[in-house]
DNA sequence: CTCAAATTGAGACTTGACTCTCAAATTGGC
DNA sequence: GCCAATTTGAGAGTCAAGTCTCAATTTGAG
């Protein structure tokens, strides 16, 4: 049986409140303004039960740290700055890339990444 | 000064003659098929010297360990067979996807990546 | 309120992917 | 062929990311 806890709903608000993908760390620092004792292996340990029941996603970038998001989230794609390393959500998909696959291929998901400077690093 | 040695050819002549990206463990073996007593530090110095020298790329995806690349490849994007976690190129682009950055947000490059099964791992 | 079961936090440990060190071997200008 | 400079292979070391352990704390059914 499983018990609701104080970090457990700092740790999913976060997540679901967010407007981008963040890191455990990013989690660790937004979730411990409701709970100040929040550990690190609490964060580690409730992302991996997220992740498993299909409520929050791994999303790895190269040149990014691992992040992760909520699953409630509509389907997206990202940008990462080179800049800050932040991840940053995309509108939209460009649909038709699935076609892409040689013949014989199956394709379950996709996943785009722009790469470049975000508004706040362009700026001088 | 730099000194052409087996080693160095060899590595390069298995990234150049790949048809997919490699993963450090397959340029080791394949590598060593010419070179016995290749060893897997001089894989790593030697992948950190093309990638700086820009001859190959480090591919960083999801779910499979880090790949490498010739860069002398053309402009192509991957699909990640999840059974056999091996990376395959997809032939073409789907261009038009940098217009997804939002107002202000500058794009330098982009990843596609597909998800599934590749033709082996669906076959029976 | 009680108390067994679940959860937590701290810190040690593990894992994968490199990177360093150094003696021995190789390379190539002469 | 000589020999200084470069490179190599083996194994130890490093680093980031995550997992484990366990005593102390929290949760919630009754």
Redesign the pocket.
Same mark, same amino acid.
């Given at each position: 049986?499983?018990? +609701? $806890?104080?970090? #457990?709903s700092a740790i999913s608000r976060v997540l679901t409140q967010a407007n981008r993908p963040l890191t455990?760390a990013d989690i660790h620092s937004a979730a411990g303004a409701s709970?100040p004792?929040?550990?690190? +292996? $609490?964060v580690? #340990?409730?992302l991996?039960e997220l992740t498993r029941d299909g409520a929050a996603r791994?999303i790895v970038v190269q040149g990014a740290?691992?992040h992760y998001e909520s699953t409630k989230r509509p389907h997206h794609h990202f940008f990462l700055c080179q800049q800050c390393r932040s991840l940053f959500d995309l509108v939209g998909c460009a649909s038709g890339i699935n076609q892409m696959a040689p013949q014989g291929f199956k394709v379950i998901d996709h996943e785009i990444v722009l790469y470049g400077s975000c508004d706040t690093c362009c700026a001088p």
């Open positions: 049986m499983s018990y +609701a $806890t104080r970090q #457990r455990p709970v004792s929040l550990g690190m +292996a $609490t580690y #340990r409730c991996k791994l740290p691992p």
